[in-house]
């Protein structure tokens, strides 16, 4: 057993953290404060060929897999965790497209993510139906003027990067909207050109700002018989996309919890009070380990986690070991955050120093894509089962 990571991985986390610190911590204050859409950010992603990276070579990527690109986005996401965002938003889209889409669909809308020249989101949930995916509401019925094609109508909600894409990986009910069959809900790749196809409100964030949150209109969209993902009746497929996602979401926590700490730990080696620093009391000590602890827990398990997602692991029976990794690493997020915050004093509360916007971020990693809650269900499961056990 090996914990050294291979000399490729190794050059690509030496070559992203000098990318990060030099590009993206200057700029991730203003991102929070604007709002706007990092355009330099992306454009130095996809010259240093980050936005590939999870791509297969056959396709433009670089292959390094959910491993390097969980590599890549824990060293941003210790600056920003809506850059990091913008690399997660190469996998999340495509992930279904790479598990089960047809040879043609990999060759029309895997190489443009690989090379920037496109960008794409992720349409799943809906305003009654988040963790409840059974109960979404968009149809798809038979085009009759098209064999195998569809008509799709309904809005999807909470879509990270909906303004921003060029086409979207849309789930919807291929059979009657109040069935809860797992095979009532198909995949499709819809494109942002055709008709019918709108971008409705976007939201007003508590954090991760400068990537677009909001509402996909689909009023009527024609979608051909090529554009159909898998088979019909492909909920599994939503599944499988989510659980290989697990640690790509779970490093974006680890990230922000490495940040938020080192930035803190600089802090109370400085302050001063009751003649002597804030680091050297035994209390604070004890708090900062309990953190650094918990870091590496998270990375260990996440760095387990995307290799098993690479290496196809990412069915029922590995389900518990991927949220282990997203269920840790997002909570620890929280925490150190929090910690970060209480260590500055009133300090970390003000907008002079970045604690403050690593806190707002890091609620949004124990929601999206399978909350907190839905993680400790699986894991539960996954003993209760049998697919994890020491025995």
């Known amino acids: 057993m090996d914990f050294d990571l291979p000399e490729e991985l190794a050059e690509l986390r030496t070559s992203v953290r000098r990318l990060a610190q030099d590009k993206v911590r200057p700029r991730a204050r203003e991102i929070d404060r604007t709002g706007e859409y990092p355009h330099d950010l992306f454009e130095t992603f996809r010259d240093a060929g980050l936005l590939g990276l999870c791509i297969p070579e056959a396709y ?10 969980t590599i890549a986005i824990e060293e941003v996401a210790k600056y ?20 089960a889409g047809s040879e043609d669909q990999r060759r029309r809308y895997l190489p443009g993510i690989a090379d920037g020249s496109r960008r794409a989101s992720f349409a799943l949930s809906e305003p009654q139906a988040g963790s409840d995916v059974m109960g ?24 990270s990067g909906v303004r921003e894409a060029d086409w979207y990986t849309v789930f919807a009910k291929t059979a009657d909207p109040a069935s809860r069959a797992h095979d009532s809900i198909t ?30 209109r689909l ?49 109370v080696k400085q302050r001063a009070a009751f003649n002597k620093t804030i680091a050297e ?22 760095y387990r986690a995307a290799a098993l997602a690479d290496a196809g692991k990412f069915t029922k029976e590995w389900v518990p070991y991927l949220s282990m990794a997203k269920y840790h690493a997002t909570e620890l997020a929280v925490r150190a955050s929090g910690l970060a915050v209480q260590l500055l004093g009133a300090a970390g509360y003000m907008e002079d120093h970045p604690t403050e916007q690593w806190y707002r971020d890091a609620k949004q990693l124990t929601i999206v894509e399978g909350t907190s809650q839905v993680q400790l269900g699986l894991i539960a499961r996954g003993v209760l089962d049998g697919d994890l056990w020491w025995d």
């Not at 850059?83 to 999340?92: D, E, K, N, P």
Request: proline share 4%.
């Open 60 to 69: 433009g990527g670089s292959g390094a897999g959910i491993l390097g690109l």
């Open 136 to 159: 979404m509401r968009t149809r798809a019925v038979p085009d009759t003027d098209t064999e195998g094609g569809w008509v799709l109508s309904g809005t999807k909600c909470w879509m």
């Open 187 to 216: 995949a499709f790749v819809v494109e942002r050109r055709w008709d019918g196809v709108s971008v409705g409100r976007t939201d007003h964030k508590m954090g991760v700002r400068g990537v677009d949150t909001g509402e996909l």
């Open 219 to 267: 009023d009527g969209v024609r979608v051909p018989p090529g554009n159909v993902i898998g088979e019909v009746g492909g909920f599994r497929l939503a599944m499988l996309g989510l659980n290989s996602m697990r640690p790509i979401v779970a490093a974006r926590g680890i990230g922000l919890a490495e940040g938020a700490l080192m930035y803190a730990t600089e802090y």
């Open 281 to 302: 009391f035994q209390g604070i000590q004890w708090e900062i380990a309990k953190c650094a602890v918990d870091i590496e827990a998270a990375r260990l398990l996440t």
């Open 80 to 99: 920003s965790n809506t850059a990091a965002l913008m690399l997660l938003l190469t996998r999340l889209p495509t992930g279904p497209v790479m598990i």
